[in-house]
């Protein structure tokens, strides 16, 4: 179990690093006020707009770094800070989660794959682990190839269901933020330096995805010879 113990403790501190890094890039960010005055709500009102999306409520939502947009109900949720506030930070928030908005309208594939995969990840992420840790004890109490072997194969099934949703988040969220981007330069919305604020600051929210991505995929890979070296 050590090395479960050094694998869960590197991928918390890379996650920790990484988290921490966004925060930093958003504070500093929240520092550069937009030329053209308007709030993150307002951003994402406009970008709607102009992508043509008449169906789509932008609304506030508690909390800090809550932002995230809504499928089922076509809400994009912006926190209040990102709401409220005319900054490089907000811009770059508002139009990214608008950015998954205009996916939605056009049926981007990888969005609808991940929306798809919803149900069965929020079910399946919850037991995985302590199936493949209780098939574990039952197979060393009964045999390799007893039941608990069987358990924990399910477990693992789970698992990767869970990793696969975090790979196919990744393109997701990439593109998103390609979009965001995008609208914010060829529309003239931001100064040079305010795009590059921005730009800065979507980039390390994507990489906090990359991160869980490469964690969920480790977590799946030391598991699975685990279970897989239990029958040896």
Do not use: C
């Amino acid at each position: 179990m050590l090395q479960f113990y050094i694998l869960i403790g590197a991928i918390s501190l890379v996650s920790w690093l990484v988290s921490n890094q966004l925060k930093q890039k958003f504070k500093k960010y929240s520092q550069i006020s937009l030329r053209n005055g308007m709030s993150g709500a307002e951003i994402a009102t406009k970008m709607l707009t102009d992508n043509g999306i008449y169906d789509v409520k932008v609304i506030s939502t508690p909390g800090r770094l809550t932002d995230h947009y809504n499928p089922k109900d076509k809400t994009v949720n912006l926190s209040e800070a990102v709401y409220n506030q005319r900054n490089a930070a907000a811009a770059a928030v508002a139009a990214h989660e608008v950015g998954h908005a205009v996916q939605h309208a056009k049926a981007y594939q990888w969005l609808t794959l991940r929306s798809q995969l919803v149900p069965i990840v929020s079910v399946s992420s919850n037991f995985s682990q302590w199936l493949v840790i209780g098939g574990l004890i039952l197979g060393a109490a009964s045999g390799a190839t007893g039941i608990g072997f069987y358990i924990a194969l399910a477990g693992l099934a789970m698992m990767a269901m869970a990793t696969l949703f975090s790979f196919v988040t990744l393109p997701v969220e990439y593109d998103a933020s390609n979009r965001a981007l995008a609208w914010l330069k060829n529309k003239n919305m931001v100064s040079q330096q305010e795009f590059e604020g921005s730009k800065d600051a979507l980039k390390w929210a994507a990489r906090t995805y990359l991160v869980a991505a490469l964690g969920s995929l480790a977590m799946l890979l030391y598991w699975g010879m685990q279970v897989l070296g239990s029958r040896d």
